[in-house]
């Protein structure tokens, strides 16, 4: 398994100790940044993170801000992102149980180092459950498709 993880300044210090953890692990963690407690911009890392995942460089996603809301609406405007806010055991099995997340989300001013730990460790263990869980996630993806707007690199077609 291949995580990709990103944080801002708030969550620096948890992300290292989650890649800590992971990598005793032996799960390979590729760091998408920040690389110290300076103030940065959250979105950047969120961005980050999310292309790794939808480009299929690893399996999993984990962004960390100060409160996980800011890095996971950022890594959520990404086609393709489900990433799952969690504070606790139960929604992050859920997370990837009922909605096949494929990024999770901590604040770091929000959980301590322990509960942080063991959501890494319960989301990364559980699994999409699919049948009626599989078609809510399908309209999901219609909602994305219908609001994205398409990407053209001419400016031209685009007037
Ligand atoms: C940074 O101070 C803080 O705003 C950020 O880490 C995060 O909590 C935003 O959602």
Redesign the pocket.
Known sequence: MKIAIGA????FNLKEEIKKHLEKKGIAVIDKGTYSAE?VD?PDFGEAVAEAVVQKEVDFGIVI???????S?AANKVPGIRAALCSDTFSAHSAREHNDANVLAL???VVGVGLALDIVDTFLGASFEGGRHARRVEKIAGIEEKYCKPQTSNKRERE
Do not use: L, V, W
């Open positions: 801002d300044h708030a969550g103030s959250y801000c100060g409160t996980g809301i800011g890095i609406i604040g770091a001013r």
